[in-house]
T-cell receptor, first 113, second 112 residues
């Protein structure tokens, strides 16, 4: 079946550090891939997405590249800020286009000033 | 543009009681979703509406959960009777086009 596996948190970094949150997936065919962010007390917000292999999604300094060879979609940011503290969810929508998002369990990120 | 609205934001009830959540999607969004997010986990889809018709309710515990979307706009999700394991955040989302789901702030339910 379809599934998403992401690194467990919490991840604690100092401000301006480099961030990587790993995400791998299992799916039939080539799904669309997403990163969502959930700030404290708020709903999920779409951070970035990639719909085909080798696509790079980017937003607010975050990037992720769709790697079909390694079935991965790792989230990266070169210099994190305290305001990036949140929970990050990797997700996919299968290629059968039924629009059902499958989420990973989430990774809590805590940035120290 | 106004986002997805949900109410209440917080609800505390005792087990075996009933509870209802309300969602107002973004204007013009035909598709509406209800998710359950248990602490430490990703959201799980409970039900998906296209206008006022149900597209997918395969993960909705139909013995106690029900949802409706009258007139294809607002939606309510009801739990009757509630169990301890229903404690979670209930998220509503809406979309206009494939892959672009917008989420509301959620309702945090605590069942004692």
């Amino acid at each position: 079946g379809n599934s998403v596996t992401q690194m467990e948190g919490p991840v604690t970094l100092s401000e301006e550090a480099f961030l990587t949150i790993n995400c791998t997936y299992t799916a039939t065919g080539y799904p669309s891939l997403f990163w969502y962010v959930q700030y404290p007390g708020e709903g999920l917000q779409l951070l970035l997405k990639a719909t085909k292999a080798d696509d790079k999604g980017s937003n607010k300094g975050f990037e992720a590249t769709y790697r079909k060879e390694t079935t991965s979609f790792h989230l990266e940011k070169g210099s994190v800020q305290v305001s990036d503290s949140a929970v990050y969810f990797c997700a996919l929508i299968p290629r059968n286009r039924d629009d059902k998002i499958i989420f990973g369990k989430g990774t809590r990120l805590h940035i120290l000033p | 543009e106004a986002g997805v609205a949900q109410s209440p934001r917080y609800k505390i009830i005792e087990k075996r009681q009933s509870v209802a959540f309300w969602c107002n999607p973004i204007s013009g969004h035909a598709t509406l979703y209800w998710y359950q997010q248990i602490l430490g986990q990703g959201p799980k889809l409970l039900i998906q509406f296209q206008n006022n018709g149900v597209v997918d309710d395969s993960q909705l515990p139909k013995d106690r959960f029900s949802a409706e979307r009258l007139k294809g706009v607002d939606s309510t999700l009801k739990i009757q009777p509630a169990k301890l394991e229903d404690s979670a955040v209930y998220l509503c989302a809406s979309s206009l086009i494939l892959h672009e789901q917008f989420f509301g702030p959620g309702t945090r339910l605590t069942v004692l």
